[in-house]
């Protein structure tokens, strides 16, 4: 086995580089044409060529209906239907989809129950690592950080997914322009397979398997087989050798258990640490979080001069290559017709480099810096100078078919108003689309639903989410993208707010209070009404997180006012609030506090109908809605709600907006509506403005440009603090009458009349 | 003088036991899941699961004082389950009586037994005092309910006292401070081991000890039963292992899980 033969040479399982097929592979990476037996397409991807094939299966290069290129990796029919294969098969993707990193390629698609399975991911041009230092040889220290760095954050990742990769290699590490792409991350690949069951294939991992994984512990194989593998891989992009050399298999894991590694000529600064992840007790070795922290300073922040000049000229080549293909540059259905794609050199190598912006996001780096001149024009140095175009966007990640599509559908007409009435603008920079994502209001599928939106280089902002638990599921993919959040709905603090530990957020934009000042706003508001001496009130724990957050700040409300509450706290299943109520009006209750969700505060107005209490009843943002008032009935009568929105209707300013909308969608705006319109029309001001001082549309600084907005719009005022929360109170009190909403007016920010309640 | 106390307060049985040493916190919730032993095994792709993995066996499900007691005895975590420095404290188990009520003054005095209850036990244990190491005191408890609903409850109620008495009194020259207490049912805020779990957090004020410490109580539930862990912070002792300080959280969750694990052996269908 050669030092470099090895090494070149994708896994079984890699589904970039296919399913490893003969030694004599003429061309790693290269394109073969498809064979008559393979279909011309599969699922939504038409297939223009085969990346690879084994044992295991077939991989194509595929492009979607939007353009975008993917690696559809097809396990033949025979190994599927191996015990547990599909089962394991689904498991494996729904947690690889979990994983979110700009450094690891994301799946993007899958589908275990077809005849023959298969998984999509994105594609990445680049050579491998292997390839790379096969050709230019050891890369240089910096180069070898920044690749350490990313490396260790996309398995960061992946261990967070609950997956262990199990094949760090230089062949699974493909390099773009921008950065490091971990690919094939444990996918289907056979339980227990290690070398030993491998050795009669192509092996290229030998050299890079940790000690339990040599001596095929299964059960001892975790996230510290990956970790020893890094430092294997970054030995061997120092030097050019694996650190337990090459040659026969056995011999291999028999000096990967036993001996020392060989680090000469590892840099000085790399050596402790490559020697910690190679320590042979996987306790002993740091985790892939902490490898990203110690080799945290050099992340990469230049784009492609992270590379050594003859490495990217090959990621050029190779791209142009890959791209250069007529099949590919043919338009597809669905992709912007009246502009047909005419790709110069540099367009080639953008595409490619992002793979990069695809996996990206567009990211902070040189792929984005690079979409960004091709808008303008750039300097292209083919024959056709028209660059390709980028669809600018703005996205909707909402809850449409879910338990909160009310909220959801309310938030998608005024963004979509918005973006209509920005295309209309004379002096608009660029036109715009509107890309919706529906969540469906369900955390297990919200993340893909994110990803629809964070993995495309087009969309610069995202209004969205609608509710707190899918936005917490969403948060880690927009972090990771640079994608701005702007939320109207979703009142979770931690979306915002961070410990002093965790950097600070640059996402998140939140154009309501978050729960626990939502909580304060709602009982200063009960201190409006002077006479209220003893609030009674209920945590009910059907969203523990909501009404906690809520009662907090309920809790030091009241404590501020000098008043002091009677606490009750209720199980989610209950159904009956009579008891728990009533020793509450027994103890002197002269108003209640409802600290919960929609069902509990329906029971709660019934009960408390039914105990003819006569005092004032509120609640906050998650009962407000049309259903209370259905569901309540007449004991929704003499309800107040604190809301983070109004109703557009009852407002002079909003009378144009309310106008349009009557016009555009044949109804008056929902709740929601004005204030999603503002906030996204707040976006595009500022999107218009930079385009007007020259600059190109990006997501990079957007957050910190909308942070710093004094807006007004049709609703209202928005001003944010450091962290991206609203700074000006934001709650509503409306009251029930008559079976309608009234609004009453803004909740105070300080208690009422604080020196008169003390006595 | 720190003997004194401990004689003393597990005499009059009101020390650290059921109520009286609350804790919990938001980072409570997270923590039960890293050290429990239901940790997915890593070499295969585990999402979280949707619901706990527990069948519970109608006909193991305690309905008597007898075998309520039994599985109490079985439950509760010894210095065993909280970590080798841990050794008992005498007398090591609670008074079969004894079931301490947070009054309406916030403080904690001896109370009756509710009758939706069938057993209740407390396990106290100890880090003896070493050196520049104060005297660590933790107790376990284990509380069988007649039903779920029951059980439900007794959280519910737990959730309650900190918000009603932020500041209680355990007993004389002993106090509890800012507390605030986080619930977290089974799939939220990384809940895997129970349905139902909370974390209350504050800080503990000892007349006898120099300066504020911590004070931590999780409390889980697994069907009819609850189980909690309490640790009173001491001198050189902190929540999280820090520089010059010994970190408590991880035996506190160790015996928490320890509790669970073993109620599930209890009460679930054996194969």
Same mark, same amino acid.
């Given at each position: 086995?050669?030092?470099?033969?090895?090494?070149?040479?994708?896994?079984?399982?890699?589904?970039?580089?296919?399913?490893?097929?003969?030694?004599?592979?003429?061309?790693?990476?290269?394109?073969?044409?498809?064979?008559?037996? !393979?279909?011309?397409?599969?699922?939504?991807?038409?297939?223009?060529?085969?990346?690879?094939?084994?044992?295991?299966?077939?991989?194509?290069?595929?492009?979607?209906?939007?353009?975008?290129?993917?690696?559809?990796?097809?396990?033949?029919?025979?190994?599927?239907?191996?015990?547990?294969?599909?089962?394991?098969?689904?498991?494996?993707?729904?947690?690889?989809?979990?994983?979110?990193?700009?450094?690891?390629?994301?799946?993007?698609?899958?589908?275990?129950?077809?005849?023959?399975?298969?998984?999509?991911?994105?594609?990445?041009?680049?050579?491998?690592?292997?390839?790379?230092?096969?050709?230019?040889?050891?890369?240089?220290?910096?180069?070898?950080?920044?690749?350490?760095?990313?490396?260790?954050?996309?398995?960061?990742?992946?261990?967070?997914?609950?997956?262990?990769?199990?094949?760090?290699?230089?062949?699974?590490?493909?390099?773009?322009? !921008?950065?490091?792409?971990?690919?094939?991350?444990?996918?289907?690949?056979?339980?227990?397979?290690?070398?030993?069951?491998?050795?009669?294939?192509?092996?290229?991992?030998?050299?890079?398997?940790?000690?339990?994984?040599?001596?095929?512990?299964?059960?001892?194989?975790?996230?510290?087989?990956?970790?020893?593998?890094?430092?294997?891989?970054?030995?061997?992009?120092?030097?050019?050798?694996?650190?337990?050399?090459?040659?026969?298999?056995?011999?291999?894991?028999?000096?990967?258990?036993?001996?020392?590694?060989?680090?000469?000529?590892?840099?000085?600064?790399?050596?402790?640490?490559?020697?910690?992840?190679?320590?042979?007790?996987?306790?002993?070795?740091?985790?892939?979080?902490?490898?990203?922290?110690? #080799?945290?300073?050099?992340?990469?922040?230049?784009?492609?001069?992270?590379?050594?000049?003859?490495?990217?000229?090959?990621?050029?080549?190779?791209?142009?290559?890959?791209?250069?293909?007529?099949?590919?540059?043919?338009?597809?259905?669905?992709?912007?017709?009246?502009?047909?794609?005419?790709?110069?050199?540099?367009?080639?190598?953008?595409?490619?480099?992002?793979?990069?912006?695809?996996?990206?996001?567009?990211?902070?780096?040189?792929?984005?810096?690079?979409?960004?001149?091709?808008?303008?024009?750039?300097?292209?140095? *083919?024959?056709? @100078?028209?660059?390709?175009?980028?669809?600018?966007?703005?996205?909707?990640?909402?809850?449409?078919?879910?338990?909160?599509?009310?909220?959801?559908?309310?938030?998608?007409?005024?963004?979509?108003?918005?973006?209509?009435?920005?295309?209309?603008?004379?002096?608009?920079?660029?036109?715009?689309?509107?890309?919706?994502?529906? !969540?469906?209001?369900?955390?297990?599928?919200?993340?893909?639903?994110?990803?629809?939106?964070?993995?495309?280089?087009?969309?610069?902002?995202?209004?969205?989410?609608?509710?707190?638990?899918?936005?917490?599921?969403?948060? @880690?993919?927009?972090?990771?993208?640079?994608?701005?959040?702007?939320?109207?709905?979703?009142?979770?603090? #931690?979306?915002?707010?961070?410990?002093?530990?965790?950097?600070?957020?640059?996402?998140?934009?939140?154009?309501?209070?978050?729960?626990?000042?939502?909580?304060?706003?709602?009982?200063?508001?009960?201190?409006?009404?002077?006479?209220?001496?003893?609030?009674?009130? #209920?945590?009910?724990?059907?969203?523990?997180?909501?009404?906690?957050?809520?009662?907090?700040?309920?809790?030091?409300?009241?404590?501020?006012?000098?008043?002091?509450?009677?606490?009750?706290?209720?199980?989610?299943?209950?159904?009956?609030?009579?008891?728990?109520?009533?020793?509450?009006?027994?103890?002197?209750?002269?108003?209640?506090?409802?600290?919960?969700?929609?069902?509990?505060?329906?029971?709660?107005?019934?009960?408390?109908?039914?105990?003819?209490?006569?005092?004032?009843?509120?609640?906050?943002?998650?009962?407000?809605?049309?259903?209370?008032?259905?569901?309540?009935?007449? !004991?929704?009568? *003499?309800?107040?709600?604190?809301?983070?929105?109004?109703?557009?209707?009852?407002?002079?300013?909003?009378?144009?907006?309310?106008?349009?909308?009557?016009?555009?969608?044949?109804?008056?705006?929902?709740?929601?509506?004005?204030?999603?319109?503002?906030?996204?029309?707040?976006?595009?001001?500022?999107?218009?403005?930079?385009?007007?001082?020259?600059?190109?549309?990006?997501?990079?600084?957007?957050?910190?440009?909308?942070?710093?907005?004094?807006?007004?719009?049709?609703?209202?005022?928005?001003?944010?603090?450091?962290?991206?929360?609203?700074?000006?109170?934001?709650?509503?009190?409306?009251?029930?009458?008559?079976?309608?909403?009234?609004?009453?007016?803004?909740?105070?920010?300080?208690?009422?009349?604080?020196?008169?309640?003390?006595? | 003088?720190?003997?004194?106390?401990?004689?003393?307060?597990?005499?009059?049985?009101?020390?650290?036991?059921?109520?009286?040493?609350?804790?919990?916190?938001?980072?409570?919730?997270?923590?039960?899941?890293?050290?429990?032993?239901?940790?997915?095994?890593?070499?295969?792709?585990?999402?979280?699961?949707?619901?706990?993995?527990?069948?519970?066996?109608?006909?193991?499900?305690?309905?008597?004082?007898?075998?309520?007691?039994?599985?109490?005895?079985?439950?509760?975590?010894?210095?065993?389950?909280?970590?080798?420095?841990?050794?008992?404290?005498?007398?090591?188990?609670?008074?079969?009586?004894?079931?301490?009520?947070?009054?309406?003054?916030?403080?904690?005095?001896? *109370?009756?037994?509710?009758?939706?209850?069938?057993?209740?036990?407390?396990?106290?244990?100890?880090?003896?005092?070493?050196?520049?190491?104060?005297?660590?005191?933790?107790?376990?408890?284990?509380?069988?309910?007649?039903?779920?609903?029951?059980?439900?409850?007794?959280?519910?109620?737990?959730?309650?006292?900190?918000?009603?008495?932020?500041?209680?009194?355990?007993?004389?020259?002993?106090?509890?401070?800012?507390?605030?207490?986080? *619930?977290?049912?089974?799939?939220?805020?990384?809940?895997?081991?129970?349905?139902?779990?909370?974390?209350?957090?504050?800080?503990?004020?000892?007349?006898?000890?120099?300066?504020?410490?911590?004070?931590?109580?999780?409390?889980?539930?697994?069907?009819?039963?609850?189980?909690?862990?309490?640790?009173?912070?001491?001198?050189?002792?902190?929540?999280?292992?820090?520089?010059?300080?010994?970190?408590?959280?991880?035996?506190?969750?160790?015996?928490?899980?320890?509790?669970?694990?073993?109620?599930?052996?209890? #009460?679930?269908?054996?194969?």
């Amino acid at each position: 086995m050669s030092p470099t033969g090895p090494i070149d040479s994708a896994g079984p399982t890699d589904p970039q580089r296919g399913p490893v097929p003969t030694p004599a592979r003429p061309e790693p990476g290269a394109l073969q044409p498809l064979l008559s037996s !393979d279909p011309s397409s599969i699922a939504g991807y038409r297939l223009l060529g085969r990346l690879g094939a084994g044992g295991m299966g077939v991989v194509y290069l595929g492009r979607t209906e939007n353009g975008e290129l993917a690696a559809v990796k097809v396990t033949h029919a025979d190994q599927a239907d191996q015990p547990d294969f599909r089962a394991r098969f689904r498991r494996e993707v729904e947690a690889a989809r979990r994983v979110s990193s700009p450094w690891a390629v994301p799946v993007t698609g899958a589908d275990p129950d077809a005849p023959e399975p298969w998984m999509a991911t994105a594609f990445v041009a680049g050579p491998s690592l292997g390839e790379a230092v096969t050709a230019h040889g050891a890369l240089p220290e910096r180069s070898v950080r920044l690749l350490g760095w990313a490396v260790a954050r996309a398995l960061s990742a992946v261990h967070a997914a609950g997956l262990v990769h199990r094949d760090v290699k230089p062949g699974n590490v493909l390099l773009a322009v !921008d950065g490091p792409r971990l690919i094939d991350f444990g996918i289907a690949r056979a339980t227990g397979e290690t070398a030993l069951t491998a050795t009669d294939m192509v092996v290229g991992t030998p050299g890079f398997l940790a000690p339990e994984q040599a001596e095929a512990r299964t059960d001892a194989i975790g996230p510290p087989a990956d970790v020893f593998a890094l430092g294997c891989l970054l030995a061997y992009a120092a030097t050019g050798r694996p650190p337990f050399g090459t040659g026969a298999v056995d011999a291999l894991m028999y000096r990967t258990v036993h001996d020392e590694p060989d680090l000469t000529g590892v840099p000085e600064g790399l050596l402790d640490l490559v020697r910690a992840c190679l320590a042979k007790d996987p306790a002993a070795r740091p985790t892939a979080a902490e490898i990203g922290v110690r #080799l945290t300073e050099d992340s990469p922040a230049g784009g492609a001069d992270w590379l050594p000049a003859p490495v990217v000229r090959t990621i050029a080549e190779r791209s142009a290559r890959m791209l250069a293909l007529p099949e590919i540059d043919a338009t597809g259905p669905g992709t912007e017709p009246t502009e047909p794609p005419r790709r110069s050199r540099r367009g080639f190598l953008l595409l490619a480099s992002g793979a990069a912006a695809l996996a990206v996001g567009g990211g902070s780096f040189a792929a984005w810096a690079g979409l960004k001149d091709d808008e303008t024009g750039g300097e292209a140095d *083919g024959k056709k @100078p028209a660059p390709p175009r980028t669809t600018w966007k703005i996205g909707v990640l909402a809850d449409l078919s879910g338990p909160a599509k009310e909220i959801g559908l309310a938030q998608e007409r005024g963004a979509r108003l918005a973006v209509e009435q920005f295309n209309a603008r004379k002096n608009k920079p660029y036109t715009l689309e509107l890309a919706v994502s529906d !969540d469906r209001g369900d955390p297990a599928t919200a993340l893909e639903a994110a990803r629809r939106l964070t993995t495309d280089p087009g969309v610069l902002a995202v209004l969205g989410a609608t509710s707190d638990d899918t936005a917490q599921v969403v948060l @880690p993919a927009f972090e990771e993208s640079g994608l701005p959040l702007i939320t109207v709905s979703a009142g979770y603090n #931690l979306l915002t707010v961070r410990d002093e530990e965790s950097p600070p957020n640059t996402t998140v934009l939140r154009a309501i209070p978050h729960h626990p000042f939502a909580g304060m706003h709602l009982a200063y508001a009960v201190t409006l009404l002077s006479a209220i001496r003893r609030p009674g009130v #209920l945590q009910e724990r059907t969203d523990d997180q909501y009404s906690w957050q809520l009662v907090r700040g309920v809790q030091f409300a009241f404590g501020q006012a000098g008043l002091t509450p009677h606490f009750r706290v209720v199980p989610a299943r209950v159904r009956e609030y009579r008891a728990v109520l009533g020793e509450m009006i027994d103890s002197g209750m002269d108003a209640y506090v409802h600290c919960g969700t929609l069902a509990g505060a329906v029971l709660a107005a019934r009960a408390l109908g039914e105990l003819r209490f006569t005092g004032p009843r509120f609640t906050g943002q998650r009962a407000f809605g049309q259903a209370f008032l259905k569901e309540a009935g007449a !004991d929704a009568e *003499g309800w107040f709600f604190g809301a983070p929105v109004l109703d557009a209707v009852s407002r002079k300013e909003a009378a144009g907006f309310v106008a349009a909308h009557r016009k555009r969608f044949g109804a008056a705006p929902a709740y929601y509506t004005g204030e999603s319109y503002d906030v996204v029309t707040m976006a595009l001001d500022e999107l218009a403005r930079r385009a007007k001082a020259g600059g190109g549309p990006a997501r990079k600084g957007l957050w910190q440009a909308l942070r710093k907005q004094k807006y007004t719009g049709v609703m209202g005022g928005y001003t944010f603090d450091e962290s991206g929360d609203l700074t000006n109170g934001g709650t509503f009190v409306h009251a029930v009458q008559n079976g309608a909403y009234k609004v009453i007016g803004p909740a105070p920010v300080v208690p009422a009349d604080k020196g008169k309640r003390k006595a | 003088m720190l003997g004194g106390l401990v004689l003393t307060g597990c005499s009059d049985g009101g020390d650290d036991g059921k109520k009286p040493d609350g804790m919990g916190s938001t980072s409570t919730s997270a923590a039960p899941t890293k050290a429990s032993p239901t940790t997915p095994d890593p070499t295969t792709a585990s999402p979280p699961p949707t619901a706990l993995p527990f069948v519970p066996d109608p006909k193991r499900a305690p309905k008597t004082e007898a075998d309520a007691r039994r599985i109490a005895l079985a439950v509760v975590a010894g210095p065993d389950a909280w970590g080798p420095d841990y050794v008992k404290r005498t007398p090591h188990l609670s008074d079969p009586a004894y079931w301490p009520v947070l009054g309406a003054d916030c403080s904690w005095g001896t *109370g009756t037994r509710p009758a939706t209850v069938l057993y209740s036990v407390t396990a106290y244990s100890e880090i003896p005092a070493d050196g520049a190491l104060g005297n660590l005191r933790v107790a376990a408890t284990v509380t069988v309910h007649r039903t779920e609903a029951d059980a439900d409850w007794e959280m519910a109620g737990t959730l309650e006292e900190a918000l009603r008495c932020p500041d209680q009194k355990l007993r004389d020259g002993e106090r509890i401070s800012d507390l605030i207490s986080l *619930g977290n049912p089974f799939g939220v805020g990384g809940n895997f081991t129970a349905h139902d779990s909370l974390g209350e957090r504050g800080t503990y004020l000892n007349d006898a000890v120099k300066g504020k410490q911590f004070y931590g109580w999780y409390q889980s539930r697994i069907g009819q039963v609850t189980v909690a862990t309490v640790v009173k912070g001491a001198p050189g002792y902190s929540e999280q292992e820090g520089s010059g300080t010994v970190g408590t959280v991880t035996a506190q969750v160790q015996a928490l899980v320890t509790m669970l694990q073993r109620a599930e052996d209890e #009460l679930e269908v054996q194969s």
